[in-house]
């Protein structure tokens, strides 16, 4: 009975733990995507702001992208050291480097105080985020999945996924207080620093309860055994570079439709539609406990029907509702707005919850914190990189909205293949163990 009290208190600890880890990690990357839509661009691109404001936006998105094209870095890094030396270890460093980077943009001089430095150091924390954000998704989906009864896989493995909109739901939350308690004027003088800075408070938080999370159970077989000692990414680049491929092109969908949400609609509906900032903020708050609800119910759901059935309900709930959501948005109504993107965090939960067990049940234990980390990574960069700047340069040129509903229904039938590649994952085997037992086995029947 002991054992079994302490089983399920070391899996809150371990659920807890990868939930505030990545709500941090998300809460800092989503204040600069929702500030970047709004306010980032005449602070730290004044002149060309100014002189072409199109433009300006487009390279603002941009600099959200480029942050992506350094987590497969940080992948690399974080899971080959992951891979060798645990995984809590390097989940700690990666929430601390994410922290700092965070709290520093939150000190940095704007264009009219240093000129061009300030871009220019606004981009290279980006690049520190980016390498963080790399690290951190692979290791915390693995502490999640390893820790988890073999029938709650999927399940557990959404608690890590639920950091992106509970993330989303504090950065926009504290965003609409701020807008809300501010003018206009104090918010671009001074308040939009406070969210960054609150990130050192949030680090700490995230420390204290990760410390207390024991390391992966499989890592700790490969450890007696030794099996640490090989070098994972060359096996993962030589044995395993189909499945990373799988692994990117199951997300690039739901990355692209997601950051939809997190930074084009906020532009494109104040911007263009000329709605009022703080409502839909609001909105975006509300989208984002639809988002929450609905990864876990993704991932239990797996458990239940299948990690393949799963992704693919959700995928065709994106692909229907893409032409209509944006409809409802272009209407420039904040109730239909709401629920334009309320509607869509359906198919954005129930094609998110499963990928930490899917990703998991993927690969083999040696290699696996470098696959999951290095195939995630690699579809954000082909998805959510840089889709509000190709949703801005789409709308630049067709002018209309439904060009980019068609853009995200195509990335949708791409991670529908790619899902139907892979086939169903569930229940296969993950612990060492398990995994010499299965192999033992086949050579007796044969």
């Known amino acids: 009975m002991s054992s079994t009290v302490t089983r399920t208190q070391e ?3 371990v659920l807890a733990g990868t939930l505030v880890g ?3 990690e998300w809460y800092d990357f989503f204040i600069f995507a929702q500030l970047t839509a709004t306010l980032l661009t005449p602070l730290f691109l004044e002149p060309l702001g100014q002189s072409n404001p199109g433009v300006a936006q487009i390279l603002s998105f941009a600099m959200i992208g480029i942050s992506f094209f350094f987590r497969p870095l940080g992948a690399v890094v974080a899971g080959h050291l992951g891979d060798r030396y645990g995984r809590k270890r390097i989940l700690v460093l990666t929430l601390i480097l ?4 965070t709290a520093a943009i939150g000190l940095l001089p704007t264009y009219a105080s240093i000129g061009v430095a300030a871009p220019i150091l606004l981009v290279l924390l980006r690049v ?3 390498f963080s954000a790399g690290g951190e998704w692979g290791g915390a989906a693995l502490m999640a999945v390893e820790h988890a009864p073999k029938d709650r896989r999927g399940y557990f493995g959404a608690y890590p996924q639920i950091g992106v909109p509970i993330g989303m739901i504090l950065a ?3 965003l609409y207080i701020l807008r809300v308690a501010m003018s206009p004027e104090e918010f671009a003088a001074w308040g939009w620093r406070i969210p960054f800075l609150l990130s050192i408070a949030l680090i700490f938080v995230g420390y204290m309860i990760r410390r207390a999370v024991e390391e992966s159970p499989v890592f700790k077989q490969l450890a007696q055994r030794k099996a640490s000692e090989h070098t994972p990414l060359r096996e993962l680049m030589t044995s395993h570079s189909k499945q990373v491929l799988q692994a990117a092109l199951i997300f690039i969908s739901n990355n692209a439709a997601g950051y939809l949400v997190i930074a084009f609609f906020i532009s494109y509906t104040t911007k263009v539609l000329e709605m009022p900032v703080a409502p839909i903020l609001l909105a975006t708050t509300i989208g984002s406990v639809g988002w929450l609800i609905f990864t876990l119910v993704g991932g239990w759901l797996s458990d239940k029907i299948g990690r393949r059935n799963t992704f693919v309900i959700g995928y065709a709930l994106v692909f229907i509702w893409m032409i209509p959501m944006f409809l409802m ?3 420039g109504n904040i109730v239909l707005y709401t629920i334009a993107i309320f509607v869509l965090t359906v198919g ?3 094609s998110y919850g499963p990928q930490s067990a899917m990703y998991a049940e993927m690969f083999p234990a040696q290699i696996r914190y470098s696959g999951i980390s290095i195939g995630y990574a690699i579809g954000a960069i082909l998805g959510g990189a840089f889709a509000a700047t190709v949703a801005q340069i789409l709308l630049e040129t067709t002018g209309s909205s439904i060009s980019i509903a068609i853009y995200i229904m195509v990335l949708t039938i791409i991670s529908v293949a790619a899902v139907l590649w892979v086939g169903e994952t569930r229940g296969r085997n993950l612990h060492v163990e398990e995994i ?3 192999q033992a086995d086949s050579r007796v029947a044969h």
């Open 329 to 331: 948005v272009d209407t």
């Open 22 to 24: 990545t709500t941090i």
């Open 172 to 174: 926009t939350g504290l």
């Open 348 to 350: 954005l939960g129930l």
């Open 98 to 101: 994410m922290g700092v980077a």
């Open 11 to 13: 899996e809150r600890r």
């Open 128 to 130: 520190v985020q980016g």
């Open 436 to 438: 010499e037992g299965e």
